[in-house]
T-cell receptor, first 112, second 111 residues
Protein backbone atom coordinates (compact mmCIF):
# COMPACT_ATOMS: atom_id res chain seq x y z
CA UNK A 1 0.00 0.00 0.00
CA UNK A 2 0.87 3.64 -0.24
CA UNK A 3 3.26 4.88 2.43
CA UNK A 4 4.15 8.48 3.18
CA UNK A 5 7.18 9.23 5.31
CA UNK A 6 8.29 12.55 6.72
CA UNK A 7 11.68 13.65 8.00
CA UNK A 8 12.73 14.73 10.46
CA UNK A 9 10.38 13.32 13.09
CA UNK A 10 11.27 16.11 15.51
CA UNK A 11 12.97 19.46 15.09
CA UNK A 12 13.96 22.02 17.70
CA UNK A 13 14.96 25.42 16.36
CA UNK A 14 15.85 28.75 17.89
CA UNK A 15 13.29 31.44 17.16
CA UNK A 16 14.30 33.18 13.94
CA UNK A 17 15.96 30.13 12.41
CA UNK A 18 14.56 28.44 9.32
CA UNK A 19 12.86 25.04 9.31
CA UNK A 20 12.21 22.45 6.61
CA UNK A 21 10.26 19.21 6.65
CA UNK A 22 10.37 16.69 3.82
CA UNK A 23 7.62 14.34 2.69
CA UNK A 24 8.24 11.23 0.57
CA UNK A 25 5.64 8.90 -0.89
CA UNK A 26 6.24 5.35 -2.05
CA UNK A 27 3.89 5.95 -5.00
CA UNK A 28 2.97 8.81 -7.32
CA UNK A 29 0.40 11.20 -5.91
CA UNK A 30 -2.34 13.16 -7.64
CA UNK A 31 -1.93 15.96 -5.12
CA UNK A 32 -0.30 16.75 -1.80
CA UNK A 33 -1.87 18.58 1.09
CA UNK A 34 -0.24 20.03 4.18
CA UNK A 35 -1.80 20.30 7.62
CA UNK A 36 -0.75 21.80 10.93
CA UNK A 37 -1.76 20.40 14.31
CA UNK A 38 -1.23 22.63 17.31
CA UNK A 39 -0.56 20.89 20.65
CA UNK A 40 -3.82 19.46 21.96
CA UNK A 41 -5.68 20.35 18.76
CA UNK A 42 -6.74 18.75 15.53
CA UNK A 43 -5.07 18.98 12.11
CA UNK A 44 -5.96 22.08 10.14
CA UNK A 45 -5.52 22.40 6.40
CA UNK A 46 -2.77 24.71 5.16
CA UNK A 47 -2.47 24.24 1.41
CA UNK A 48 -2.82 21.86 -1.54
CA UNK A 49 -0.38 21.38 -4.41
CA UNK A 50 -1.48 19.65 -7.59
CA UNK A 51 0.97 20.30 -10.41
CA UNK A 52 4.39 18.73 -10.87
CA UNK A 53 7.09 21.12 -9.66
CA UNK A 54 4.53 23.50 -8.16
CA UNK A 55 5.68 26.03 -5.58
CA UNK A 56 3.30 28.02 -3.38
CA UNK A 57 3.95 30.56 -0.67
CA UNK A 58 1.95 31.65 2.34
CA UNK A 59 3.79 34.50 4.07
CA UNK A 60 6.83 32.78 5.66
CA UNK A 61 5.81 29.30 4.49
CA UNK A 62 6.96 27.86 1.14
CA UNK A 63 5.54 24.61 -0.17
CA UNK A 64 6.98 22.60 -3.03
CA UNK A 65 5.74 19.54 -4.96
CA UNK A 66 8.39 17.42 -6.64
CA UNK A 67 8.67 16.91 -10.38
CA UNK A 68 7.82 13.22 -10.07
CA UNK A 69 4.89 14.02 -7.73
CA UNK A 70 6.27 11.67 -5.10
CA UNK A 71 7.80 14.16 -2.71
CA UNK A 72 7.13 17.53 -1.19
CA UNK A 73 8.64 19.99 1.24
CA UNK A 74 7.52 22.72 3.60
CA UNK A 75 9.99 25.47 4.46
CA UNK A 76 9.39 28.06 7.16
CA UNK A 77 11.56 31.17 7.11
CA UNK A 78 12.44 32.88 10.39
CA UNK A 79 10.37 30.70 12.69
CA UNK A 80 8.19 32.19 15.39
CA UNK A 81 6.78 30.62 18.55
CA UNK A 82 3.38 30.54 16.84
CA UNK A 83 4.81 28.01 14.36
CA UNK A 84 4.99 25.34 17.10
CA UNK A 85 3.06 22.19 16.25
CA UNK A 86 3.16 19.06 14.15
CA UNK A 87 3.14 19.38 10.38
CA UNK A 88 1.63 16.60 8.30
CA UNK A 89 1.64 16.04 4.59
CA UNK A 90 -1.14 13.96 3.04
CA UNK A 91 -1.55 12.54 -0.42
CA UNK A 92 -4.02 10.73 -2.63
CA UNK A 93 -3.21 8.38 -5.51
CA UNK A 94 -4.27 9.31 -9.06
CA UNK A 95 -8.00 8.68 -9.45
CA UNK A 96 -8.46 7.96 -5.76
CA UNK A 97 -9.13 11.27 -4.04
CA UNK A 98 -10.85 9.49 -1.18
CA UNK A 99 -7.83 7.38 -0.26
CA UNK A 100 -5.88 9.89 1.77
CA UNK A 101 -2.67 8.76 3.39
CA UNK A 102 -1.12 11.02 6.00
CA UNK A 103 2.60 11.32 6.50
CA UNK A 104 4.24 10.45 9.79
CA UNK A 105 4.46 14.12 10.78
CA UNK A 106 7.24 16.47 11.88
CA UNK A 107 6.94 18.00 15.33
CA UNK A 108 8.40 21.50 15.47
CA UNK A 109 9.48 23.12 18.71
CA UNK A 110 10.60 26.75 18.63
CA UNK A 111 12.82 27.96 21.44
CA UNK A 112 12.28 31.65 22.23
CA UNK B 1 -22.45 26.52 10.29
CA UNK B 2 -20.98 23.69 8.26
CA UNK B 3 -18.57 21.36 9.94
CA UNK B 4 -17.75 18.05 11.52
CA UNK B 5 -18.62 17.26 15.12
CA UNK B 6 -17.22 14.59 17.36
CA UNK B 7 -18.60 13.60 20.72
CA UNK B 8 -17.84 13.20 23.48
CA UNK B 9 -14.66 15.20 23.88
CA UNK B 10 -13.46 12.98 26.73
CA UNK B 11 -14.48 9.37 27.32
CA UNK B 12 -13.54 6.92 30.02
CA UNK B 13 -13.96 3.21 29.52
CA UNK B 14 -13.65 0.32 31.87
CA UNK B 15 -11.66 -2.65 30.67
CA UNK B 16 -13.84 -5.12 28.81
CA UNK B 17 -16.43 -2.54 27.76
CA UNK B 18 -17.37 -1.49 24.26
CA UNK B 19 -17.70 2.25 23.64
CA UNK B 20 -18.97 4.18 20.64
CA UNK B 21 -17.53 7.47 19.44
CA UNK B 22 -19.80 9.74 17.45
CA UNK B 23 -18.88 11.64 14.27
CA UNK B 24 -21.37 13.78 12.36
CA UNK B 25 -20.79 16.07 9.37
CA UNK B 26 -23.06 18.47 7.50
CA UNK B 27 -20.62 19.20 4.68
CA UNK B 28 -22.26 16.75 2.28
CA UNK B 29 -18.97 14.88 1.96
CA UNK B 30 -18.99 11.32 0.65
CA UNK B 31 -15.74 10.22 2.30
CA UNK B 32 -15.27 9.89 6.05
CA UNK B 33 -12.32 8.62 8.08
CA UNK B 34 -11.29 7.55 11.56
CA UNK B 35 -7.73 8.02 12.76
CA UNK B 36 -5.99 7.11 15.96
CA UNK B 37 -3.22 9.29 17.37
CA UNK B 38 -0.98 8.26 20.25
CA UNK B 39 1.06 10.86 22.18
CA UNK B 40 3.74 12.38 19.99
CA UNK B 41 2.81 10.15 17.09
CA UNK B 42 1.25 10.55 13.68
CA UNK B 43 -2.20 9.66 12.39
CA UNK B 44 -2.98 5.99 11.85
CA UNK B 45 -5.99 5.10 9.74
CA UNK B 46 -8.52 2.82 11.41
CA UNK B 47 -11.40 2.73 8.92
CA UNK B 48 -12.65 4.84 6.05
CA UNK B 49 -15.86 5.04 4.10
CA UNK B 50 -16.23 6.31 0.55
CA UNK B 51 -20.00 6.04 0.37
CA UNK B 52 -23.03 5.15 2.46
CA UNK B 53 -23.26 1.48 3.45
CA UNK B 54 -19.66 0.85 2.47
CA UNK B 55 -16.41 1.04 4.43
CA UNK B 56 -12.88 -0.33 4.28
CA UNK B 57 -10.32 -1.29 6.87
CA UNK B 58 -7.36 0.94 7.38
CA UNK B 59 -3.99 0.03 8.81
CA UNK B 60 -5.12 -0.70 12.38
CA UNK B 61 -8.73 -1.93 12.15
CA UNK B 62 -8.42 -4.82 14.61
CA UNK B 63 -10.54 -4.23 17.71
CA UNK B 64 -12.65 -1.53 16.05
CA UNK B 65 -15.90 -1.52 14.10
CA UNK B 66 -17.80 1.13 12.15
CA UNK B 67 -21.07 1.68 10.33
CA UNK B 68 -22.17 4.12 7.65
CA UNK B 69 -25.95 4.01 7.52
CA UNK B 70 -26.27 7.72 6.77
CA UNK B 71 -24.07 10.04 4.76
CA UNK B 72 -23.76 12.40 7.69
CA UNK B 73 -22.74 9.86 10.33
CA UNK B 74 -19.77 7.52 10.79
CA UNK B 75 -19.67 6.16 14.36
CA UNK B 76 -16.68 4.17 15.62
CA UNK B 77 -17.02 1.40 18.20
CA UNK B 78 -13.97 0.51 20.23
CA UNK B 79 -14.54 -3.08 21.26
CA UNK B 80 -13.16 -5.05 24.18
CA UNK B 81 -10.90 -6.79 21.66
CA UNK B 82 -8.84 -3.60 21.35
CA UNK B 83 -6.14 -4.25 23.93
CA UNK B 84 -4.71 -0.75 24.18
CA UNK B 85 -7.50 1.71 23.35
CA UNK B 86 -6.25 4.74 25.25
CA UNK B 87 -5.58 7.34 22.56
CA UNK B 88 -6.82 10.46 20.79
CA UNK B 89 -9.36 9.61 18.08
CA UNK B 90 -9.91 11.92 15.14
CA UNK B 91 -12.71 11.79 12.61
CA UNK B 92 -12.43 13.52 9.25
CA UNK B 93 -14.49 14.01 6.11
CA UNK B 94 -13.51 14.95 2.58
CA UNK B 95 -15.23 16.03 -0.61
CA UNK B 96 -14.05 15.42 -4.16
CA UNK B 97 -12.12 18.65 -4.52
CA UNK B 98 -11.67 19.62 -0.90
CA UNK B 99 -9.21 19.16 1.85
CA UNK B 100 -9.92 16.89 4.81
CA UNK B 101 -11.90 18.51 7.61
CA UNK B 102 -11.27 17.18 11.08
CA UNK B 103 -13.44 17.09 14.16
CA UNK B 104 -12.14 18.27 17.53
CA UNK B 105 -11.28 14.71 18.53
CA UNK B 106 -12.21 12.37 21.37
CA UNK B 107 -9.72 11.46 24.09
CA UNK B 108 -10.44 7.92 25.22
CA UNK B 109 -8.96 6.64 28.47
CA UNK B 110 -9.25 3.14 29.88
CA UNK B 111 -9.70 3.14 33.65
Amino acid sequence: GQQVMQIPQYQHVQEGEDFTTYCNSSTTLSNIQWYKQRPGGHPVFLIQLVKSGEVKKQKRLTFQFGEAKKNSSLHITATQTTDVGTYFCAGSPPGGYQKVTFGTGTKLQVIP
Amino acid sequence: DGGITQSPKYLFRKEGQNVTLSCEQNLNHDAMYWYRQDPGQGLRLIYYSQIVNDFQKGDIAEGYSVSREKKESFPLTVTSAQKNPTAFYLCASKGMNTEAFFGQGTRLTVV
